[in-house]
C-alpha cells in the first residue's frame, strides 16, 4: 500500500513537470517567457522598501539604456526625418534655402525643429549629439511618470509604471529615430508639471505657457493640451473663483499664443523661412484621416490633391459622406491601429539580414525582433488594461484629482485621432499619459500581491 502511495506520487510529480514543460515551451514559442520575467523583476523593485535616491537610480538607468540604443543601432534617417535633418544641416552652415522647397512653405511649422536642430548642430558638429539629447529627453520623461504617479497614487504603483516605461521597446526604439516627438513632448509635460501643482501661483501658469509653446513650435500638439486644460478648467470650475480661473486661463493662453505668433515672425523677418511656422494645408491631414482604404495612414495615392485646396476640401467630404457602417468600420480600424499596436520593426536592410554569434549560436536580428515586438505588444497592452481599470475603480477620486486632467487629455486625444491622419509614432505624446494613469491600476495589483505575501509570512510564523 505504502508502495503504491509512492507510485502514485511519483506520477503525479512526473504529470506536474510534464504540464511546466509544456507551459514553458507555450511560453517560449508565443514569447511570453520574457515578458513574465520583466514584470517579476519589476513587481520586486517596485515592493522592496527602502530604495534610496530611487528618481536618480530611474534616470541614469534610463539613460544609460538608451544611449546604449543609440550606440547598437544606428539606424539611418528615411521620409520626413531625412528632410529635417538635411534642412537642420544647411540651416548650421547659414543655408536658408528650405525657404524655397515645397515641403516648408507648405508645413513651415516644420520650421522650428529645424532651427532647433540647426543650433545644436552649429555648436556640436555631430548628430550624434541630437541623439543624446533626445535620450536624455526621453530620460526625463520617466522621471515624470514616476513623479505624477507618485503624487496621484503611491510610491510603489509609480515605481512600476516609470519602470516599465523605462524599458517599453517602443519609446526605446523611438529613441533611434532623429523625431521632433521626443523634446516637444519633454517641453510639454514639463510645462504640465507646472499646471498641475498644488496651490498654483501666477508665475506656474506664466512658466507652463512658455514651455507648452516651445513645445508646440517643436511639434504641433499643443491643440491637445489647451483644450484639456479648458476643460478641466471648466469641470473644476468652482463659484468663489471664476474669476480667478479666467484671469490664470487669460495669462496661460496669452503668452501661449504670444510666443507662436511672435516666433513666426521672427522667423519670417530674419529670411528663414517666408511661410513662417504657419500650417498653409491643414485640410491634408482630414484627407488622409478619412482614408478608408489606407485606415486613416499616410497614402501616396493621395498626394494627387495635395495643394489643390478645393479639391481636398472635395475628398474629405467625399470620404465623410459615406454610410454609417463604413464610417464605423474606418474609427474601428483608426482606433485599433493607433490605440492597441505600436509599430517598432525596423524595416531596414542593413539589420534585417544581420545575425550574431552567442555561444556559438547564430541569432538573427529578425528573430530577435520578434521576441521585442511581443514584448512591446504585451506591456503595452496590459498597461493600457491597468490604465482603462484604475480609472474605473478610482473614478470618483480621479474626478476631484488633478489626474483628471490626463484622463481629459486622452480622451481629446482620442477624438483628435479619429479625424485626422494617423502613424504609430503619433502616439508617443499620449503614451506617458497613459503609463501615468497605469499606476492606478498596478496599484490594485500590487495590493492584491502584498496581501499574499502577508498572508504566507504569516502562516510561516504559525507553522
Same mark, same amino acid.
Not at 488622409?288 to 501616396?300: E, K, Q, T, V
Given at each position: 500500500m505504502k508502495n503504491k502511495n509512492i507510485l502514485s506520487n511519483l506520477f503525479m510529480y512526473f504529470t506536474i513537470i510534464v504540464f511546466s514543460i509544456i507551459t514553458l515551451i507555450f511560453l517560449m514559442q508565443n514569447n511570453i517567457i520574457i515578458s513574465i520575467l520583466a514584470y517579476l523583476v519589476v513587481i520586486f523593485v517596485s515592493l522592496k522598501?527602502? /530604495?534610496?535616491?530611487?528618481?536618480? /537610480?530611474?534616470?541614469?538607468?534610463?539613460?544609460?539604456?538608451?544611449?546604449?540604443?543609440?550606440?547598437?543601432?544606428? #539606424?539611418?534617417?528615411?521620409?520626413?526625418?531625412?528632410?529635417?535633418l538635411n534642412a537642420s544641416k544647411d540651416f548650421a552652415n547659414g543655408d536658408f534655402s528650405i525657404q524655397n522647397e515645397p515641403y516648408f512653405t507648405t508645413w513651415g511649422y516644420q520650421t522650428g525643429f529645424v532651427i532647433y536642430q540647426g543650433i545644436i548642430l552649429k555648436i556640436f558638429n555631430s548628430v550624434f549629439v541630437l541623439k543624446v539629447l533626445n535620450a536624455i529627453f526621453s530620460s526625463v520623461l520617466c522621471l515624470l511618470v514616476?513623479? #505624477?504617479?507618485?503624487?496621484?497614487?503611491?510610491?510603489?504603483?509609480a515605481r512600476m509604471a516609470s519602470l516599465l516605461y523605462m524599458i517599453f521597446p517602443f519609446s526605446l526604439y523611438m529613441n533611434t529615430i532623429l523625431a521632433n516627438h521626443h523634446i516637444a513632448t519633454f517641453l510639454t509635460y514639463i510645462g504640465i508639471f507646472f499646471l498641475l501643482k498644488d496651490n498654483k501661483k501666477i508665475k506656474d501658469y506664466v512658466i507652463a505657457a512658455v514651455l507648452i509653446s516651445f513645445g508646440n513650435i517643436m511639434r504641433p500638439e499643443g491643440i491637445i493640451v489647451l483644450f484639456s486644460l479648458l476643460l478641466f478648467e471648466i469641470f473644476r470650475l468652482k463659484k468663489d473663483l471664476i474669476l480667478k480661473t479666467i484671469r490664470n486661463l487669460l495669462i496661460f493662453f496669452v503668452i501661449y499664443f504670444a510666443i507662436g505668433i511672435a516666433s513666426s515672425l521672427i522667423v519670417q523677418k530674419t529670411g528663414i523661412n517666408d511661410a513662417g511656422l504657419s500650417n498653409n494645408n491643414p485640410q491634408w491631414k482630414f484627407v488622409?484621416?478619412?482614408?478608408?482604404?489606407?485606415?486613416?495612414?499616410?497614402?501616396?495615392e493621395d498626394e494627387k490633391y495635395l495643394n489643390d485646396k478645393e479639391e481636398e476640401i472635395e475628398v474629405?467630404?467625399?470620404?465623410i459622406n459615406v454610410s454609417p457602417l463604413k464610417m464605423a468600420k474606418l474609427m474601428t480600424c483608426k482606433v485599433n491601429h493607433f490605440w492597441l499596436q505600436s509599430d517598432i520593426s525596423s524595416k531596414?536592410?542593413?539589420y534585417s539580414n544581420k545575425a550574431y554569434n552567442v555561444l556559438g549560436m547564430q541569432i538573427k536580428f529578425t528573430d530577435v525582433e520578434k521576441v521585442v515586438i511581443s514584448f512591446n505588444t504585451i506591456l503595452y497592452i496590459i498597461t493600457f488594461?491597468?490604465?482603462?481599470?484604475?480609472?474605473?475603480f478610482n473614478r470618483k477620486k480621479i474626478?476631484?484629482?488633478?489626474?483628471? #486632467?490626463?484622463v481629459i487629455m486622452i480622451m481629446v486625444t482620442f477624438f483628435v485621432y479619429l479625424l485626422i491622419e494617423i502613424q504609430p509614432r503619433y502616439a508617443y505624446f499620449i503614451h506617458v499619459s497613459i503609463f501615468i494613469l497605469s499606476t492606478y491600476g498596478y496599484e490594485i495589483v500590487l495590493n492584491k500581491i502584498k496581501k499574499l505575501l502577508n498572508k504566507k509570512n504569516k502562516m510561516k510564523?504559525?507553522?
Open positions: 522598501n527602502n /530604495i534610496k535616491k530611487f528618481p536618480i /537610480i530611474l534616470f541614469v538607468t534610463s539613460l544609460v539604456i538608451r544611449l546604449a540604443m543609440i550606440f547598437i543601432f544606428n #539606424f539611418a534617417p528615411v521620409s520626413d526625418f531625412e528632410t529635417l514616476y513623479l #505624477f504617479g507618485k503624487k496621484i497614487c503611491s510610491e510603489k504603483s488622409l484621416g478619412f482614408n478608408h482604404d489606407s485606415c486613416g495612414y499616410y497614402s501616396a474629405i467630404k467625399e470620404r531596414n536592410e542593413m488594461l491597468m490604465c482603462i481599470i484604475g480609472v474605473i474626478i476631484k484629482d488633478n489626474s483628471f #486632467f490626463f510564523l504559525r507553522s
